[in-house]
């Protein structure tokens, strides 16, 4: 089992910033990439950005030069900084992992989903 933890959501006034943090635990033998999705009622999740084990990040076109993503390893922490907020920011924020489970001397695959956390944009 893969635990994904989330906080740092909140209301913030139109310019504000956020920082999202989720931390993944259980029984973790890599993790290949995390990622922050969010989602608006009636319309399907989408990418905000993700970043694989090596650094490498990936961010949707709505976000790019506001938001920021990057990781801590040993922690198996991901953090999505948030500036110059903007009212189509509000929505449900999730954190995803992608890795490799290990129990013993067996390794599976694993995608994890965290609960998520609201992030409201709002005067």
């Known amino acids: 089992q893969v635990q994904l933890v989330e906080s740092g959501g909140g209301l913030v006034q139109p310019g504000g910033s956020l920082r999202l943090s989720c931390a993944a635990s259980g029984s973790i033998f890599s993790i290949a990439v995390m990622g922050w999705y969010r989602q608006v009622p009636g319309k399907q999740r989408e990418l905000v950005a993700d970043?694989?084990?090596?650094?490498?990040?990936n961010y949707a076109d709505s976000v790019k030069g506001r938001f920021t993503i990057s990781k801590d390893n040993a922690k198996n922490t991901v953090y999505l900084q948030m500036n110059s907020l903007k009212p189509e920011d509000t929505a449900i924020y999730h954190c995803?992992?992608?890795?490799?489970?290990?129990?013993?001397?067996?390794?599976?695959?694993?995608?994890?989903w965290g609960q998520g956390t609201q992030v409201t944009v709002s005067s």
């Open positions: 995803s992992a992608t890795g490799i489970t290990q129990y013993s001397s067996t390794y599976s695959p694993f995608h994890y």
């Open positions: 970043i694989t084990s090596g650094g490498s990040t």
